[in-house]
């Protein structure tokens, strides 16, 4: 099972985002679990449950530079979703960007 989260200000609409990507995830029986959480628990989500993928909210883009640094070494693939599609709640698109990303990390 692959682990998306996704960390926003508070958690509310990345908390609608990550359902719709769930949504499709389980339409298409992928094994993938898909999360959102409020950015202030990136340090302790990544520690405890080690996700294969983190994506940030638009709103806490500002955050990219310091979570690579913090968390990049270890492999886990990080990006800021796009708002466009953020805003759109495209869970499609987005959680077809988190597979590229996790299946990049792996080469």
Do not use: W
């Not at 449950?49 to 990080?78: R, S, W």
């Amino acid at each position: 099972m692959k682990k998306i989260y996704l960390f926003c200000s508070a958690g509310m609409s990345t908390s609608m985002l990550a359902s719709k990507m769930q949504s499709v995830a389980d339409e298409h029986s992928l094994p993938i679990e898909v999360k959102a959480y409020p950015h202030d628990r990136l340090g302790e989500i990544i520690e405890s449950l080690h996700p294969d993928c983190i994506l940030l909210g638009p709103q806490v883009k500002y955050l990219y530079e310091k979570t690579v640094n913090d968390f990049g070494k270890d492999g886990i693939p990080i990006a800021v979703i796009d708002s466009g599609d953020y805003g759109m709640m495209n869970g499609e698109k987005v959680l077809k960007t988190a597979i590229k990303l996790i299946k990049s990390a792996k080469k």
